[in-house]
């Protein structure tokens, strides 16, 4: 079983790794409060992420909503424990693990939409960097000729990752994906080149079978020496656009903003040299 939590905040992601654990004013119990700190106006929600959706938690522990072991307290029995901070619900849930004792956990109320969102914040630390590959290497380059670009096929990958909460009907899953979209090449050559080229794929690579007559889709052709640059070199990047979508248990599905990841290359882009004689 593989499971951990992450704190997401509503109106902002904020991680906090400080939890309290307080002993019942009943008896030795110890409930574990993680998830009722505010910060300014800032909610924080504690959800359970797991990276493997079919290794759940739910075949080995059960969690169910606590009630008062004190109906003296003003609450009745069967009556379940919650509180409120700033606009959130929380409601006390025992957490029962075989060979193990009960732990108590204050779980927020909150929407599908809220646990997407922490589930997203794990999935962007899972995207890799978009590092380039160039035929000719980028620090041989050449004028008038098409300079190919891709990134490895492993980058090009869907990355997900399903969150959780407890509820009085049944745990609510939410998994959020990012699917890569949009590969774009900035040549760095400014107002001298012809702009950004967008691919909608990782780009092919080159190999001496293909030559260098074959174009490719995601090819960019430099016409300025980078000898222009003091640096005398174009300062590059490539980037991936990721789009980020979520669906529930509930059959609730959304969207989420893109995220972009990129990297820098130097180019070196050289003009040719011709020596005429008769």
Not at 35 to 53: C, E, K, Y
């Amino acid at each position: 079983m593989k499971f951990r939590i992450v704190f997401f905040a509503i109106t902002a992601i904020f991680f906090s790794f400080n939890s309290t654990a307080d002993a019942d004013q009943n008896g030795p119990v110890v409930v574990i409060d993680e998830f009722g700190s505010v910060v300014d106006r800032t909610i924080i929600a504690g959800i359970f992420v797991q990276q493997n959706d079919t290794d759940s938690e739910s075949n080995s522990c059960e969690w169910s909503a606590s009630v008062p072991r004190d109906s003296g307290q003003g609450q009745g029995a069967g009556t379940e424990v919650t509180k409120e901070i700033g606009s959130v619900s929380f409601r006390l849930y025992d957490r029962a693990c075989a060979g193990e004792i009960t732990n108590y956990y204050w779980i927020p109320e909150v929407s599908s939409e809220q646990i997407a969102r922490s589930a997203a914040s794990v999935v962007y630390d899972s995207i890799p960097a978009p590092f380039g590959d160039f035929a000719p290497p980028a620090r041989q380059g050449l004028i008038n000729v098409g300079t190919w670009f891709w990134v490895q096929p492993a980058v090009w990958q869907p990355k997900s990752v399903t969150a959780w909460i407890p509820t009085p009907q049944g745990p609510i899953t939410v998994t959020t994906t990012a699917t890569p979209i949009k590969l774009i090449f900035n040549p760095g050559d400014g107002f001298r080149g012809s702009g950004n080229k967008t691919c909608t794929g990782p780009g092919v690579r080159w190999t001496e079978l293909i030559g260098d007559q074959l174009p490719s889709p995601c090819m960019y052709t430099y016409r300025h020496s980078s000898a222009i640059n003091s640096s005398g070199l174009f300062s590059a990047s490539v980037s991936i656009v990721w789009r980020v979508t979520w669906r529930s248990s509930t059959g609730a599905t959304g969207t989420l903003p893109n995220v972009t990841t990129s990297s820098s290359h130097q180019m070196n882009i050289r003009e040719f040299q011709a020596l005429v004689t008769s």
